[in-house]
């Protein structure tokens, strides 16, 4: 099952691809991914090399990159969004006072008579 409507930049987009998603499930490991998917390992390897009329689904890739190292993360996604013109940026965590800021302040724009209540019952 080719993939022929990713063919965005280059002619070779889903081939690279692919190899990034290979290299990455060595990294991990097949048995890990098969795991994680709830799949078998030999489905799962026919999925990433195409075998048996097999493609690999969205839920495959989520899963390899969860679990995938922070350099394998970043070379499929970028893979990914690059031939549509996009760029990947990792987003740093919000600190709770950062969160708890922007909470309260969506609060106060969008249920505003909820607001005292809340503070109220945790008691500030």
Known sequence: MTQLGLNLGHPDHWQELRELVRQAVAAISLKEIAYRCDSSPSALADAIAERDRKGLRAEHLVAILHAAPESSR?????????????????????KPEEENRLIRAFLEKNAPGLLPALTKELGR
């Open 74 to 94: 970043q070379a499929i996604l970028e893979a990914i969004v690059a031939p549509l013109g996009y760029k990947v940026e990792r987003v740093a965590p919000l």
